[in-house]
């Protein structure tokens, strides 16, 4: 499997800072918001194309778009009000639309209706140029062509949008956030040729657009695979491919992935190596069901590929749920072992820590870490622990009284926010055989309320209608006033890819928690979905 990160390095012969976007022939546009040298707020009158003579300009004070510094983690950027800004591309023959284009857009926007990033000045009906997007329910079009997803978004979310036209037929893509889209509708006329264009709007006063470019680029041939692969890597490499959520200096993101049960297996591993550094991405917590029937050899042939793209990317640790057992009723987990067993993360420079709780089984274990200057200690344990598992776990924890423990397991939360108890469907009381197991009440009454430097228990397992809920939580504050966030999702095969980002701010003590839906590339933004906690009391 080829990562965006190292199609970048290999495609640049390991020379990643001289290449550029103009390494490829063929770039006719390219407007970059870190060219521009000014203070924030500044107003821009011209923002030139390093790829040729034509610049966007604005002469009129009232419509000219606003320069915005890199800040807060985010890119430098030129923001249009939504009101009247926008700039001109004139007339000329260096940047000709043809039926053979290649367009690249880094954007944001704040709008809620339907706006224009790029318009061809003066001209109505078809054939003509127009890019607009839909902010409400996030579409981009073309004259005739649409993304068939839609999404919503805050204006928070930046988008790494390429659309490619190879002739005047129907043969164009469509690309967001390095994601091949599918198109509703298509194109088989041609675009009108060499017309002044506009940026921010469709004519006066129609479609002005609220948001920030960060990039816009204009190919004159229809690049290849490959090509629009490096286009994206060089901006992966430079502004974090893009960013997705601002993390701030002293914060840092946990990437929560329940129940995958083979879902979209490449998306969600593939997004997340694209994205450690841009999110300060410290650990993966795999909460179980990464396959959907036990023992079911094909299925791990399908899963462990994906799982091991994060090799000697990003710590990562998976805990077996019920299905990733070969017999979860004998807790025999023989596959596990053989694919996914200790020699596979020892081998691995961060776990220089890590430690397992039985000889030659890694369905227990810990390691630690210092996160800017601040001790964690992520431990992950199996489905239903046994007494032996959770003395240890109580041992480890007890010996470490400066960590904040993250906790992760396939089944402790229940649907309802509340432990997972005697009565609970799935519990793994019913599932495991004998006596020798804890559910989530169980283990919460023996581990978690006694260790106050355990400060979040994240799980999976519960399976619910999709439709309903599928996501819960609770938090616990102890006898000592110290508190706990219990959180819960499994997503299972009817929300598909989706993986849990926890970003958490040590010095404010908050922690915000963000759901993100792969296949789609947009963000759930319910309150189930959504949401921020105190980290710490």
């Given amino acids: 499997m ?31 918001s870190d060219s521009i040298t000014g203070s924030d707020g500044d107003a821009v009158s011209t923002w030139v194309n390093q790829a040729g003579s034509v610049d966007a300009t604005q002469a009129t004070a009232d419509n000219k778009p606003l320069y915005k510094v890199a800040a807060n983690g985010l890119p430098a950027s030129v923001r249009f009000d939504g009101s009247n800004d926008f700039l001109t591309l004139g007339s000329d023959a260096s940047l ?5 284009i290649t ?71 469509m690309r967001t956030n390095g994601i091949a889209r599918v198109l509703n509708r298509h194109l088989t006329n041609s675009f009108t040729a060499n017309a002044a264009k506009e940026i921010g709007r469709r004519g006066a006063g129609d479609l002005v657009f609220a948001g920030d470019i960060v990039a816009m680029l204009q190919y004159s041939v229809a690049l290849t695979d490959a090509q629009i692969v490096l286009v994206e890597s060089y901006y992966l490499e430079k502004y974090g491919y893009p960013p997705l959520l601002p993390v701030a200096a002293g914060e840092f993101c946990i990437v929560h992935v329940p129940d995958r049960h083979l879902v979209d297996s490449a998306g969600w591993s ?3 190596t694209r994205h450690v550094d841009a999110l300060n991405i410290q650990a993966v917590l795999m909460t179980g069901d990464m396959v959907v029937t036990d023992g079911d050899q094909g299925q791990w042939d399908a899963i462990e590929p994906y799982i091991k793209t994060m090799q000697d990317v990003v710590p990562h640790y998976l805990v077996p749920g019920n299905h990733d057992y070969d017999n979860a009723a004998s807790r025999l987990a023989t596959t596990l072992n053989a694919r996914l067993g200790q020699s596979y993360y020892t ?6 820590t890590m430690v397992f709780a039985e000889v030659g089984k890694s369905e227990n274990a810990y390691w630690t870490q210092v996160i800017d200057g601040n001790n964690y200690l992520f431990m992950g344990l199996e489905f239903g622990p046994r007494q032996a598992i959770v003395d240890w776990a109580n041992g480890v924890i007890a010996a470490n009284p400066t960590y904040d423990v993250i906790l992760f397991t396939h089944s402790y939360t229940y649907r309802t926010g509340a432990r997972v108890t005697t009565g609970d469907e799935f519990n793994p009381h019913v599932l495991i055989s004998g006596s020798d197991i804890h559910d989530g009440a169980e283990l919460g009454a023996e581990l978690v309320d006694t260790n106050s430097n355990i400060v979040m228990v994240l799980s999976g397992h519960d399976n619910v209608d999709p439709a309903a809920a599928v996501t819960a939580r609770q938090q616990v504050t102890r006898g000592d006033s110290t508190i706990v966030n219990e959180i819960y999702a499994a997503y299972h095969s009817g929300d598909v ?8 701010n040590p010095t404010a003590k ?21 949401f921020q906690v105190a980290y710490k009391a």
Wanted: hydrophobic share 45%.
């Fill in 2 to 32: 080829l990562t965006l990160r190292r199609a970048l390095m290999i495609g640049r012969g390991g020379a990643a800072a001289a290449w550029t976007p103009a390494s490829i022939t063929g770039l006719q546009l390219w407007l970059e």
């Fill in 103 to 173: 367009w690249v857009i880094l954007y944001r926007t704040s709008g809620a209706s339907r706006q224009a990033l790029l318009n061809q000045a003066g001209t109505v009906g078809a054939p003509y140029l127009e890019i607009l997007i839909d902010a409400g329910a996030r579409s981009v079009y073309i004259p005739g062509v649409q993304l068939a997803e839609t999404h919503t978004d805050d204006g928070q979310v930046y988008e790494l949008w390429v659309y490619r036209r190879d002739g005047a037929g129907d043969t164009h893509t």
């Fill in 270 to 272: 593939q997004w997340i």
């Fill in 347 to 352: 081998g691995q420079a961060w776990a220089s």
């Fill in 497 to 504: 890819a989706n993986v849990r980002i926890l970003r958490i």
């Fill in 510 to 530: 908050t922690m915000d928690v963000f759901t993100w839906r792969v296949t789609n590339a947009y963000r759930l933004y319910d309150a189930n979905n959504q």
């Fill in 96 to 100: 000709n639309t043809s039926d053979t």
